[in-house]
Structures are given as structure tokens and as C-alpha cells.
């Protein structure tokens, strides 16, 4: 049974840091991408960042690329992302999702992850 587990949220000031982590079981983990999605209260799920099982290929959003830095360690099967000046506009329940086709284009469609996280909530105050 494939299960993957976020923690690291909570709230934080505006401009301030989070570091998210998942952890993944049940899967060989380094032959998933690995992705991490977002959904605010009333919007739609948005992608924010995915790392290539082979190669450790980065794919960001625009709204984050230069603040957020995805990562993963195929030895401990973990994924973090690391938030740094967070804008209250990333106010968002956060989800970890892995898709097992590898195929780049996929990374950041959700529609094409295979396991998700149940989420952990990011708030960011102004």
C-alpha cells in the first residue's frame, strides 16, 4: 500500500520560511517523479513544483520559481520543498503526489500523479 505523508506546515509571517517534507512508502521511490500541488480555500488545485526520479529534473510554477526549492533523497524515500518569502498569496493546503510514467512533459499535471498525500495546511500572514 503506497502512502505518502506531509509535515512540516503551520503558520508563518509574510516574508518568513517553511520547509515541507514527504515521506513516501510502498513505491520504489526513485523511479517516481515527485510532485507538490497546492489548493487555496475557493480555487482550484495548482501546480507548484516536480523532481524527476531520474536525474533529479526540476519543474517549477512561475509564481514560486526563485523562492521555492523542491528536493529528494532516493536513500530515506523523502521530498521536500523549501519556502522561503512566502507571500500570503501561498495560503494553501499543500499536497505531495508521486507519477510513476516519469515522462517530463507529465510533471506538473496533476492528472497524471498516481498517489497523493492527504495535504498539510500553509498559512502565511501579512
Known amino acids: 500500500q503506497v502512502q505518502l505523508v506531509e509535515s512540516g506546515g503551520g503558520l508563518v509571517q509574510a516574508g518568513g520560511s517553511l520547509r515541507l517534507s514527504c515521506t513516501a512508502s510502498g513505491l520504489t521511490f526513485s523511479s517516481y517523479t515527485m510532485g507538490w500541488f497546492r489548493r487555496a480555500l475557493g480555487k482550484e488545485r495548482e501546480f507548484v513544483a516536480a523532481i524527476t526520479g531520474v536525474g533529479a529534473v526540476t519543474f517549477y510554477a512561475d509564481s514560486v520559481k526563485g523562492r521555492f526549492t523542491i528536493s529528494r533523497d532516493n536513500a530515506k524515500n523523502t521530498v521536500d520543498l523549501q519556502m522561503n518569502s512566502l507571500k500570503p498569496e501561498d495560503t494553501a493546503v499543500y499536497y505531495c503526489?508521486?507519477?510513476?510514467?516519469?515522462?517530463?512533459?507529465?510533471?506538473?499535471?496533476?492528472?497524471?500523479?498516481?498517489?497523493w498525500g492527504q495535504g498539510i495546511q500553509v498559512t502565511v500572514s501579512s
Open positions: 503526489a508521486a507519477e510513476a510514467s516519469g515522462i517530463r512533459l507529465f510533471a506538473s499535471l496533476g492528472s497524471n500523479y498516481d498517489y
